[in-house]
């Protein structure tokens, strides 16, 4: 350490803590320090009372804080988000002189008898950043690594039986805070637990599992290596007839092995000086064979996702059921891999992932992004001799404690820290001490065992598939289909991609988590999810924290049920024959054959279910597949769909029996297309002949034509079937998504649709030319265009009478200079209907909201929902709530009385409705700032643009698009009495 720096400012590890080791349980005693803390929080440490850690100092007008958690979410300062800029002076490894430093105390009694006093051990999960202890007035140590346990030998300090006063100094900034620039919100304190053991003598103080397996034999190896002062250890484990001396090697002729897919744990146990550590054992041997990543001797694709720790209330300091919640949710929606951005996760996190089988990438707590800002990353720490010991003390901290975690399947040395010669040692400290796993860094490929990138475009992945770059190396997306909002779009094409290629070992979703935190409208009083820049941040990088497959509050996002259904392990591909349907089952699963699955079919027309029952599948092997025949379906003169569903037979860790698993559908039956008679008019209430009502005193300036009226100057439809509405009007704007617009500080978003606001796509202009009226049609025709710009859209509105309603057919060209490569956002009508008419009923694509890069997690039905309960509150409102290849769509009172609208596709539409307008929309920056209106608003698509993942990653692919060429879209509008 550096005389000349303070110590928190120092690069290199501080001396006290002891040598870093595993996490373990143990019977020897424990006792905890979690609770309510004295509190001071000084503006910087020149302010920090004097000798508030002697045991005498009086703290009683002190505040109680919470241990853990961040002194931010409790009143104290503010939280800050950036994604890659530090919110400080750039000048490493010095921080601002307002540092603000919290200050802690708390008294304790260890009971008696307290074991082994003298070897008493003080062990800190988690502090941020930097922290210093005292216990009973002597100092004991410091550390730094915020998200890495340290611990301190406190035996010689310790009065067991009387009260003690530990005292810790915290430091918001200090050196390390350059290597924690983690794309998060910045949070400081004591944010995981804190808790006091005993080490009692001869007992186990470190170990290391060795449980391989080969695949060829089934065959297991184990060998359970101690600690040198651990004294006549011994491993058992019963179900193995296992009792050896600690250190000897095993060999097992067969037992189960661990994966992901069946975890299979051995409870065991590790004894030494009447002392009992808790063994789970899993068996499996991971191995990159060529370019091929391998578990057991099997290819694995990891289908994952990136996980930051996070609670809307809480920040980081997560609870137990927190990562249950988590892990409950990943299980059910096939994602089978973690990797644990952008540093090691809290110990538990680990154990449940042992327990239920997901894949880690335990990632180190490093990230230096915000020298990339520099030219060349000038003064970045990874390549400056002085910071090679911290670097090197992180990665240890990480092995030592994660290495005897059979769900731990790859080291990774951190994220986006550049290069230098500080990544390349560690690389070497990590292969040195652990063979058994491969290490990951996606920012320098030769300080790495897998080639990994974040969002290469889906072309890109192709070519590394086929044996482009690197060659020699498995192919990871540590981070791909940015989750920002509505989206990502494009999962299905990247999925094809993994399955196709051998050498794609898959990729994993940024990220899992929208991490805004719950805050209130100091105006309005609403609780909301407060981003960046809602919490007086000096800088900050907006909602590019909401970026996760499930909301702040762990709801998933349409995101999510897209994920599952692209990623799902079963492939059901319905082929109708003669007499018979032919239904195949084809299991993507590397291990785990479908013996907890039953099979259900269901039979659907616009009328609804028509036919439900078993089917009869044999149990598929890993890697096998089926076909089996389902009877011929019955004829139902209507369009008829079947889905069959794959669900869990019986329950389990993870969900309840019934839960579905997968799902396949195809339509059986096309059913006769709707029929609309010539003579239409002739049943409609009103005579077909358009007449002018001018002089009429109810209906001034006015055209009545079949069920409807219509403004004689602007052609637009005013009333169906005696009820007021507004439109329907030409429409191709869209509130824009986090994919679309450039969200936060950084020049991002999809390139094509940042031309829509710029060139006026948002404040288009109608202008009607001519409204001609006979017996049997109405047209309208007119023009839609951007003030200042040449360009827009000719439009003829061709209205007919139809029993009960009126039929449109809309068709429109683009006119003048159409900008080169602008896509449209949409095209379709947008009209007003009576906010009574708030449910909704519709025969196509749901129950949720679809898009045309984002639509495997819906199928075919006669489904209902509320306007509201349409609705996907994402953190930053945009676009969302679509249905798509929708064949008809009610909108009727929800209280059951009489009236209402019906809108009916040839043959499809896209349908949306909701209370406020698109505008509002594109407005609001938050969810509660949407007010209903008097109306509710529908919109009636022909097609919408694709989502992408611009907002970090591939714009919307060409086949998505919506290219601005001439369009013909026919929709019919029937009232309901």
């Given amino acids: 350490m550096s005389p000349a720096l303070p110590r928190h400012l120092d690069p290199a590890p501080p001396p006290g803590p002891l040598p870093a080791r595993a996490a373990f349980p143990s019977s020897a005693p424990r006792l905890s320090l979690n609770g309510d803390w004295r509190f001071h929080l000084a503006p910087d440490p020149a302010h920090v009372p004097d000798t508030f850690w002697s045991e005498t100092f ?210 065991g ?190 072309a890109g992945v192709e070519h590394i598939g086929t044996g482009g770059e690197h060659p020699e190396k498995p192919y990871l997306m540590c981070e791909y289909a940015h989750a920002m909002g509505n989206g990502p779009g494009g999962l299905a094409d990247y999925q094809r991609l993994f399955e196709t290629h051998e050498r794609l070992m898959g990729g994993l979703v940024w990220e899992w988590n929208d991490q805004s935190l719950r805050t209130r409208d100091p105006l309005s009083g609403q609780v909301f999810f407060g981003y960046g820049g809602d919490f007086g941040e000096e800088i900050h990088d907006g909602n590019y924290i909401a970026d996760g497959l499930l909301l702040p509050d762990r709801t998933p996002t349409p995101g999510l049920l897209e994920l599952k259904a692209v990623i799902q392990p079963l492939r059901l591909t319905i082929v109708p024959r003669s007499g018979t349907v032919g239904v195949t089952v084809r299991n993507t699963l590397r291990f785990a054959d479908t013996s907890a699955l039953r099979f259900l079919y269901d039979v659907v027309t616009d009328h609804g279910m028509v036919d439900s029952g078993p089917l009869d599948v044999p149990v598929i092997p890993a890697g096998g597949e089926v076909t089996c025949a389902l009877p011929g379906i019955a004829a139902t003169g209507r369009e008829t769909w079947l889905t069959v569903r794959a669900v869990l037979a019986v329950a389990t860790r993870w969900a309840p029996a019934g839960y579905e698993v997968a799902f396949g559908q195809a339509r059986v039956a096309e059913g006769a297309p709707p029929q609309e008679p010539e003579a239409a008019a002739r049943h409609s209430r009103r005579p077909p002949a358009a007449e002018r009502l001018s002089t009429d005193q109810h209906l001034p300036g006015q055209l009545a034509f079949g069920e409807g009226t219509f403004d004689v100057h602007t052609g637009r439809l005013r009333s169906l079937g005696g009820t007021e509405l507004e439109g329907p009007v030409l429409d191709i704007w869209r509130a824009m998504t986090d994919n679309d617009r450039e969200p936060g500080a950084e020049l991002r978003g999809s390139e094509a649709a940042r031309t829509w606001r710029q060139r006026g796509l948002d404040r288009m202009r109608h202008r009607t030319d001519r409204v001609h009226a006979d017996d049997t049609a109405l047209t309208v025709h007119g023009r839609l265009a951007p003030a200042s710009e040449q360009f827009g859209l000719t439009a003829t509105y061709h209205w007919s009478a139809v029993p009960g309603g009126l039929r449109l057919r809309l068709t429109a060209a683009p006119d003048g200079p159409w900008p080169v490569d602008m896509p449209l956002p949409r095209f379709g009508v947008r009209l007003a209907v009576p906010a009574a008419w708030s449910l909704v009923r519709w025969f196509g694509l749901g129950p949720g909201e679809s898009y045309p890069d984002s639509r495997a997690a819906v199928r075919v039905g006669r489904w209902e929902h509320t306007v509201d309960a349409l609705q996907f509150p994402y953190t930053f409102p945009q676009e969302n709530g679509h249905r798509s290849e929708v064949r008809w769509a009610e909108l009727t009172p929800s209280d059951g009385s009489a009236g209402g609208i019906r809108f009916e596709g040839r043959p499809h539409l896209g349908f949306t409705a909701r209370r406020w307008t698109t505008e509002d929309l594109d407005a609001a920056r938050h969810p509660h700032e949407l007010v209903a209106r008097d109306r509710v608003h529908v919109h009636l698509d022909l097609a919408q643009h694709g989502l992408g993942s611009a907002s970090c990653g591939p714009d919307t692919l060409p086949a998505h698009r919506l290219t601005a060429a001439p369009m013909d879209f026919t929709v019919v509008l029937r009232a309901i009495p």
């Avoid at 105390?105 to 800190?124: A, K, N, Q, T």
């Avoid at 809290?346 to 915000?370: N, V």
């Fill in 269 to 458: 146990s590790l004894t030494a000086a009447g002392t009992v550590v808790p063994l789970r054992i899993g068996f499996r041997t991971v191995r990159i064979g060529g370019h091929v990543f391998t578990v057991n001797g099997r290819p694995v694709k990891l289908h994952g996702v990136n996980r930051h720790e996070f609670h809307p209330d809480r920040g980081r300091a997560l609870t137990t059921r927190d990562m249950l919640d988590d892990v409950v949710l990943m299980k059910r929606h096939h994602i089978n891999a973690v990797r644990t951005s952008h540093y090691p996760p809290h110990p538990y996190f680990l154990d449940l992932c042992d327990e239920y089988g997901l894949y880690i990438i335990d990632e180190c707590d490093l990230e230096t992004h915000g020298f990339i800002l520099e030219a060349g990353w000038r003064g970045n720490p990874s390549d400056d001799p002085a910071w090679e010991p911290a670097y090197l003390d992180r990665a240890r901290r990480m092995v030592e404690r994660d290495k005897n975690r059979p769900s731990v399947v790859i080291w990774s040395l951190g994220n986006e820290a550049g290069k230098g010669r500080n990544l390349h040692a560690m690389r070497a400290w990590i292969s040195g001490r652990d063979t058994s796993r491969p290490v990951h860094y996606s920012g320098d490929v030769e300080c790495s065992d897998i080639y990994s990138q974040t969002y290469r475009e889906h």
């Fill in 58 to 267: 009086d703290d009683t007008a002190w505040d109680l804080l919470p241990v853990p958690s961040h002194w931010q979410l409790h009143g104290y300062g503010t939280p800050v988000y950036t994604n890659i800029r530090y919110p400080f002076p750039v000048d490493p490894p010095y921080v601002p002189q307002e540092n603000p430093t919290g200050c802690y105390r708390y008294g304790f009694r260890p009971p008696e008898p307290w074991p082994d006093p003298d070897r008493s051990v003080l062990r800190f999960e988690g502090v941020d950043s930097f922290f210093t202890v005292w216990l009973n007035g002597t100092e004991v140590g410091s550390a730094g690594g915020s998200r890495l346990p340290s611990e301190f030998a406190v035996g010689h300090l310790l009065r067991p039986g009387t009260e003690n006063v530990l005292a810790v100094q915290v430091h918001q900034w200090s050196a390390g805070s350059y290597l924690e620039d983690q794309d998060t919100w910045w949070l400081s304190g004591v944010f995981r637990e804190v808790s006091l053991h005993t080490r009692p003598a001869g007992a186990v103080t470190d170990y290391r599992v060795h449980a391989g397996y080969t695949s060829a034999t089934g065959e297991g190896v184990l060998c359970v290596d101690v600690d040198a002062d651990a004294v006549d250890a011994r491993v058992r484990v019963p179900e193995l007839g296992v009792d050896v001396p600690a250190g000897e090697r095993v060999t097992l002729p067969r037992v189960e092995p661990w994966s992901a897919e069946l975890p299979r744990l051995y409870e």
